[in-house]
């Protein structure tokens, strides 16, 4: 498992040892040592989830308020641009992005941790994507922030409008948002 840093030192994409031959591959899609190791996020898995979405579905930005989830995401069937917002009133890069493809193909996954939103486009005809999440959902502290906030700056590979849900055409503006201290 190799580590690889992006624009916000938080988000981090994990690189999986792959190990091939004759008969397919096999690799660990996560090691609580390994993970502690090579990150420094001592942190316990509560519920993991799985989404089926069609091309061109955004899905986020979301985030709990109260309870927020730290999540490890990856794809096991496609391929989405993923992205993550640091939503953290006090940090330096408040309200600052990273986004990065996850496939099925290229195995990697992100680690996104509490007190960011969370939002991925699907590229491929369809994906399949999975979440390891550190709290409880709770729908009652649940928020959105528009996917296309011009404060935020998302450069999303879209080449059609995006699938919505009513959920995320109602999100709020980064600016009228509730965040994290």
Do not use: C
């Not at 988000?11 to 990150?39: C, M, Q, Y």
């Not at 969370?118 to 502290?141: C, I, N, Q, R, W």
Request: no cysteine.
């Amino acid at each position: 498992m190799k580590i690889v840093a992006t624009d916000l030192p938080e988000v981090l994409v994990i690189e999986p040892k792959v190990f091939r031959d004759a008969r397919g591959t096999f690799w660990e899609s996560f090691n609580e040592r390994r993970f502690f190791e090579l990150t420094g996020v001592k942190t316990s898995f509560v519920q993991d989830n799985h989404s089926m979405s069609v091309k061109g579905a955004i899905h986020g930005l979301h985030y709990q308020i109260r309870q927020p989830q730290g999540k490890l995401v990856r794809v096991v069937e496609g391929k989405v641009f993923d992205v993550a917002v640091d939503l953290r009133k006090t940090s330096t890069t408040f309200g600052q992005w990273t986004g990065t493809v996850l496939s099925a193909e290229n195995k990697l996954q992100m680690w996104i941790p509490a007190g960011f939103a969370h939002g991925f486009l699907v590229l491929s005809d369809s994906a399949e994507f999975l979440y390891k999440v550190t709290d409880y959902y709770a729908p009652e502290h649940e928020r959105a922030i528009r996917w296309d906030d011009p404060v935020i700056g998302i450069d999303w590979p879209v080449e059609a409008p995006p699938l919505l849900s009513a959920k995320d055409q109602a999100a709020r503006w980064l600016n009228d948002a509730e965040v994290f201290a």
